[in-house]
């Protein structure tokens, strides 16, 4: 399970340290595409074969879901680590989720998602999150 949050830099080359505590369950290859909110998402690749399974059974015929599955799939590059512990991201990568310098790494449960630090420092100002708890408590997520 990913969880916590590290800030982190990448450098001139695109190459980003993957915080020591993800590596063993990210494995030696992995998964990075596109996410949602304007970052990256991060499976390992027993996780990303559970969500391609996922996409496999939308139907077709939905405008919606080919968009979903392409926005995801399209984007999707395998990744590994090098011996300091580093990933290449993709320059299209980097583009999408503006990851110039500055990001943050953050755990979400069954995946990784990279952030660039303004963006992620944007995203958590905004909503209440008391509202946002009680649309959870309706869904049966209850604290």
Partial sequence: ????????????????????????????????????????FVFPIGEWQAFEEKLRELPLTQSNARRFTRFFVAGAQTCELDRQGRVLLPATLREFAGLDKDVVVTGMINRVEIWDKARWSQYNAEGDMDDIAEQMAQLGLNI
């Fill in 1 to 40: 399970m990913f969880n916590g949050e590290s800030n982190h830099t990448v450098d001139s080359k695109g190459r980003l340290i993957i915080p020591t505590r993800f590596r063993d369950e990210l494995g030696d290859e992995f998964k990075v595409t596109r996410g949602l909110d304007g970052c990256l």
